[in-house]
């Protein structure tokens, strides 16, 4: 079977090429590579999102949390702004991009796996929370990855989604809702619904 960018070990041949991208008005020298998602640089939603979010109001000692980082561009943009960054990825190559990516840049991230981000945080509550989420994984198993994630939201914890609208962002919005959590739309652009989700 083919491998996808979900895949925890890529079978894909690597094609590494070293990039520049502009990311929240600052400029970043980034390797990406084949086998994890938008391998050939920044995607149009991961672009939505990093647009619409507005910058984060966190204090020290406040996590946020990039889920399913990919070579990292939304890491990239919350290590510059928060004081603790997770990035996580299932992928392994992907992991590596955004660790060579962060260290390039100068910033610094834990980048980890998700099992390996839960244990890290043990106890500890996720303050703010931004994804591309893996859409094409599947509706069920996209369900259990946010309800695991989101549930790790503090009391005032804040998380902020990218969903393509052809691909299930209204529908992924009412699930939400009729989870529990409170969403609404805060931007649209390109086809891509931002969506802002609280406890």
């Known amino acids: 079977m083919t491998s996808h960018y979900f895949s925890e070990h ?25 086998g994890v ?21 966190l204090e020290p000692g406040d996590i ?15 290590a510059a702004e928060a004081p603790q960054i997770i990035a996580v990825d299932v992928n392994e190559r992907a992991r590596e991009l955004t660790r060579m990516n962060l260290e390039a840049n100068g910033l610094h991230g834990e980048v980890l796996a998700p ?12 303050r703010l929370l931004w994804s591309n989420p893996p859409i094409r994984i599947g509706k069920a198993a996209l369900h259990e990855l946010l309800t695991t994630w989101l549930g790790r939201l503090s009391d005032d914890g804040e998380a902020y989604l990218v969903v393509q609208k052809n691909l299930g962002a209204d529908s992924l919005a009412s699930w939400l809702v009729n989870e529990g959590y409170q969403c609404e739309k805060i931007g649209s652009s390109k086809g891509f619904r931002v969506l802002y989700v609280r406890r």
Do not use: H, M, Q
């Open 115 to 126: 099992d390996e981000a839960l244990e890290r945080l043990g106890e500890k509550s996720i």
């Open 37 to 57: 998602f938008s391998g050939g640089g920044l995607d149009k939603g991961t672009a939505v999102l990093l647009r619409k979010v507005p910058e984060p109001e």
């Open 10 to 34: 890529p079978d894909t041949a690597s094609n590494a090429r070293t990039l520049e991208v502009t990311i929240r008005g600052r400029d970043y020298s980034v390797t990406v590579d084949d």
């Open 64 to 78: 946020a949390v990039d889920l399913g980082c990919g070579w990292g561009p939304i890491t990239l943009a919350l």
